[in-house]
């Protein structure tokens, strides 16, 4: 998702009712590629009676919400939405809608970091703002959600979520291979002081790029990665300056900067021959996160190869999204507030 809608700073909130408690644990089939579809999704089947949904699954947002038909066919305001690979959630009755006055509102809103205006008190308004300007409309519904596992079958949870009806200039009429979003954001920024793994410094083989160490976060639902335009600039230049003579670079539709090669890439192994330099990142207290050429470029229909990373004006931070954490497994223990990978 937050591709289309360019990086999205935080906003995250599975909010999971009781009972929980007992299926401590789940797993679910990730579907999807950071090329061409652009999104890493999971099924969850919603309401009563349950409906799939593809939700990407995103460490960079708090809110996790659907596509939604709130005002059905009597809404003279169109729903400004992206057409998604289902059709849209609606709730069913006035019940689902969470009122202004709950605690769950006031969670939202809180990690939101925005003030509730009860103009509406029957339901839960919020906005969501991202770092390109766009808005996102919608109000927190509750709804039950059913597992597509055997293994849970008398567990019954109900599930908060927003169910956005405004999804913001940038939707347009572009389909969608997910119809929202599953927010994992929860405590998964790595902050000085607050976790172990402290703030980072960015290298390009030996050379360190941008002279300030910043904070990392990992956003899982950006298929690309992001830092801030000047660092952006030197990283493009160093590499550039590090390249083999056989590439060219050539215009693509897919993104601002690739390159031909002796002969179109195919695979992975075919980058390897060609692209050698090695991001790191390093982390104070001396963990490295390695990125490799196959971590930082993406091979188009054209076979051409993509530099997967992008700069961002007014960006303070290195948001590292799914490209570059292909082929890691990457746990996010919220409770500890930890974070790991490995290879
Ligand atoms: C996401 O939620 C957490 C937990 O409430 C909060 O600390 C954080 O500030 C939120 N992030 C943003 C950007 O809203
Ligand atoms: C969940 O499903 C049950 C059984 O169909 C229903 O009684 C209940 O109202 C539903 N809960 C919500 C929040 O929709």
């Known amino acids: 998702m937050a591709a289309r809608w360019a990086p ?55 809110l996790t919400w659907l ?14 939405l992206s057409q998604g690979p289902h059709p849209l959630y609606r709730p069913t009755n ?11 509102c006031d969670a939202l809103h809180q990690d939101l970091g925005e003030h509730k205006d009860c103009l509406a008190p029957t339901q839960c308004n919020y906005e969501i703002k ?43 009429n572009k389909a969608s291979v997910v119809d929202g979003v ?27 790029i941008g002279a300030n160490p910043m904070e990392l976060v990992l956003d899982s639902g950006s298929p690309y990665t ?7 600039v030197q990283l493009v230049s160093s590499l550039k300056a590090s390249l083999s003579k056989s590439l060219k670079e050539v215009p693509d539709p897919e993104l601002t900067l690739c390159w031909k090669g002796p002969r179109p890439f195919r695979s992975v192994d075919d980058l390897k021959k060609e692209f050698k330099p090695l991001v790191s990142l390093k982390l104070e207290h001396g963990v490295t996160m390695m990125i490799p050429p196959k971590n930082y470029l993406i091979i188009t229909e054209s076979g051409n190869a993509c530099l997967g990373t992008r700069g961002i004006r007014n960006l303070y931070m290195y948001l590292i999204g799914g490209i570059s ?16 990978w490995m290879r």
């Open 67 to 80: 596509e939604c038909d709130v005002c059905g066919d009597s809404c003279k305001i169109r729903n400004k």
């Open 94 to 104: 006035e019940n689902k809608f969470v009122p202004c006055a709950h605690s769950l």
């Open 130 to 172: 991202y770092l390109d300007g766009a808005s996102f409309l919608g109000v927190l519904v509750i709804d039950n959600l059913s597992f597509p596992t055997e293994k849970f079958p008398k567990t019954h949870p109900v599930i908060a979520f927003g169910c956005g009806y405004n999804q913001g200039r940038n939707s347009g």
């Open 325 to 340: 954490l292909q082929d890691q497994l990457v746990i996010y223990d919220n409770e500890k507030e930890h974070i790991g």
């Open 226 to 232: 992001y830092l801030p335009d000047s660092v952006h």
């Open 182 to 208: 599953l927010g994992l954001g929860r405590a998964l920024r790595i902050k000085p002081n607050d976790y172990s793994l402290g703030r980072e410094t960015l290298h390009l083989d030996t050379k360190q």
């Open 8 to 62: 999205v700073v935080g906003l995250l909130l599975l909010l999971r009712l009781p009972p929980m408690a007992s299926a401590s644990s789940m797993v679910f089939k990730l579907d999807g590629n950071v090329y061409p579809d652009r999104h890493f999704y999971v099924t969850f089947n919603i309401g009563e009676p349950a409906k799939p949904y593809f939700l990407d699954v995103t460490t960079g947002s708090n």
